[in-house]
């Protein structure tokens, strides 16, 4: 069965960093492309950051340009999400899923209805 599992979250302070992590099982991610999502309290899960199945292309909504940066190893089947300069609007459940035949920028926009396979998801609060 595919499941994802998210790690990484946690407690961080305006400025800091932390480093999530998307592994997969009962599929290989090699052709697919992986994309995070974030849900904020009381609001609509967005598309934050995607990346082809091939990890040449990558897409990040405007918010974390800069700040954020996706990669992947197919080898260990897991994608991560390195966030710096976090910021308290960062703060949410992050999770990850899975999509071909998508152009990595289609994907990120398309709402949490579309897809079908989701983890729990991992905490990330920004507080001083």
Request: aromatic share 12%; net charge positive; with cysteine.
């Amino acid at each position: 069965q595919l499941q994802f599992v998210e790690s990484g979250g946690g407690l961080v302070q305006p400025g800091g960093s932390l480093r999530l992590s998307c592994a997969a099982s009962g599929f290989t991610l090699d052709y697919y492309a992986i994309g995070w999502f974030r849900q904020a309290p009381g609001k609509e899960r967005e598309g934050v950051s995607c990346i082809s199945s091939s990890g040449g292309v990558t897409y990040y909504r405007d918010s974390v340009k800069g700040r954020f940066t996706i990669s992947r190893d197919n080898a260990k089947n897991t994608v991560y999400l390195q966030m710096n300069s976090l910021k308290p609007e960062d703060t949410g459940v992050y999770h990850c899923t899975a999509a071909s035949g998508t152009t990595v920028q289609a994907m990120c926009a398309r709402p949490e209805t579309f897809y079908s396979y989701w983890g729990q998801g991992t905490q990330v609060t920004v507080s001083s």
